[in-house]
């Protein structure tokens, strides 16, 4: 929605907008963190060769691999998907389509995320991961073959198909992350933690390409 609202031909608006915000949120944790507030203890420095190796066995744990692979995924397919429709929109294949209606319906998705607190407490992470996943591997693929065969009516199918897609997304972070602390290691786990983080973001700008 930001981005269709400040990008046009130019991204000048949205980096300068988004400049001044992160200026000025720099300015005021440097003015609060100056106040005395209560500090972390600082921890021991760890070597380079400590760190990689803390890097490698967390990227080789057998448990994790699997939650990272499906964190490169998630956001990829779901930035994959608005390229794919866009394209089709810009070609003129999928013209019953209105993105502006399934970015609504996106965002709709996206807020069931503020309720996975309580569904992780009455369903096990893992089996809400798995299946937030398997609705994902089932409407994505159907959302594609409906923006790419040219069909003027399943727009409405189109829709509940993306926001079902959009809720399994939403929900499918905060289990990855739940899953995340749950079978790394007390002493890496805020490594394990920044890793998850960092592949889900690759697979998110890997989308767009």
Not at 112 to 135: D, E, F, M, N, W
């Amino acid at each position: 929605i930001y981005g269709s609202l400040m990008i046009g031909e130019t991204m000048t608006r949205a980096m300068l907008f988004l400049g001044i915000v992160y200026c000025l949120g720099a300015i005021y944790f440097f003015i609060l963190s100056g106040k005395g507030e209560r500090r972390p203890a600082i921890r021991k420095k760890m070597g380079t060769g400590v760190v990689l190796k803390m890097l490698l066995s967390t990227l080789c744990d057998r448990y994790l691999s699997r939650i990272y692979l499906s964190s490169l995924f998630v956001l990829m397919s779901f930035v994959s998907l608005y390229y794919v429709m866009l394209s089709n929109i810009n070609a003129g294949i999928a013209k019953d389509i209105d993105i502006n209606v399934l970015r609504n319906i996106a965002t709709l998705g996206m807020l069931t995320c503020l309720s996975s607190g309580a569904i992780l407490q009455r369903i096990p992470p893992v089996k809400l991961l798995s299946l937030t996943l398997v609705i994902i591997a089932v409407t994505l693929p159907a959302q594609y073959l409906m923006t790419t065969n040219g069909s003027t009516s399943g727009f409405f199918i189109i829709t509940v198909l993306h926001y079902l897609f959009s809720c399994a997304i939403s929900l499918a972070v905060p289990a990855m992350i739940y899953c995340v602390t749950l079978y790394s290691d007390s002493s890496n786990r805020g490594m394990a933690v920044s890793l998850y983080t960092c592949i889900l973001f690759i697979g998110a700008s890997l989308g767009a390409s």
